[in-house]
């Protein structure tokens, strides 16, 4: 069973996140593990200090070394890996959710303030995953964002009516054109084919949506540059 340890001073933020939908059901039949750990108890001052003034100077504070490497040593195996979200790190991609979902044991350092002390990036980082270019004031929304995206790939999370393989993305496609009742809304009518019971032109039809609104919207992805 995968095993996933969120490091962040805002525990709370996240922990509930994981209680719903169909991740949700899947964390209650024990799919997976989740555990959110608060870096202020690897503090060891009265105020609980996770954050200092950078050396040189300069406006921002900066994650200190200490609570971070603490953190992590607390859960880390030989299995694990320890991921630090940033938007320096490597754009996150559907490839990348499916090579993550075969992991032991993830570790998940959110970031805040202006980032951690390069010194717990160089000594305990693994791999370090972006979800854009662009800055959020926190690494719990990107981890969030790519936890939700790579357990939906561990067997069982998805039932077989909320499959993945239609999903946008998984034949280097975006997802066909879908419709459902009523059959004609303000004047608009869902496609004749599909109220045809004709699977195999039902089928067909699906394969030219997805063609056809992905050379429209991403026809970067026909060049199979993702
Ligand atoms: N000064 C940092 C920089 O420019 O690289 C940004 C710090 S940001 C305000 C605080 C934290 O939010 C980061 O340490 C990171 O954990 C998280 N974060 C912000 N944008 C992110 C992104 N695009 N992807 C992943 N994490 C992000």
């Known amino acids: 069973m995968m095993k996933v340890d969120i490091i962040s001073i805002f525990p709370g933020l996240i922990e509930s996140f994981f209680d719903y939908g169909v991740i949700g059901r899947a964390r209650k039949n024990k ?3 989740i555990n959110c750990i608060d870096l202020r108890d690897f503090t060891k001052d009265l105020h609980r200090t996770v954050d200092d003034s950078p050396y040189g100077g300069g406006s921002g504070m900066i994650m200190k070394c200490e609570p971070l490497f603490k953190a992590v040593s607390s859960v880390q195996t030989k299995d694990s890996i320890v991921i630090y979200l940033t938007p320096q790190g490597e754009t996150f991609k559907h490839s990348t959710a499916k090579r993550l979902s075969g992991e032991e044991h993830l570790i998940i350092i959110c970031g805040r303030y202006e980032g951690v002390d390069e010194r717990f990036r160089e000594a305990k ?7 854009g270019d662009y800055v959020v004031s926190g690494g719990e929304l990107p981890a969030m964002v790519i936890l939700d995206s790579v357990l939906r790939y561990i067997p069982g999370v998805l039932n077989s009516e909320e499959s993945h393989l239609n999903d946008s993305f998984e034949n280097g ?3 066909y054109a879908v419709y459902t009742r009523p059959r004609e809304f303000e004047g608009m009518q ?3 084919v599909l109220l045809s019971g004709n699977h195999k032109e039902i089928e067909n039809w699906r394969k030219n949506s997805a063609k056809e609104r992905t050379l429209k919207k991403r026809p970067d992805l026909l060049k199979g540059d993702n």
């Open 31 to 33: 799919l997976f593990e």
């Open 125 to 131: 980082v693994d791999l370090e995953l972006s979800i």
């Open 173 to 175: 496609l975006l997802d």
């Open 190 to 192: 869902v496609p004749e």
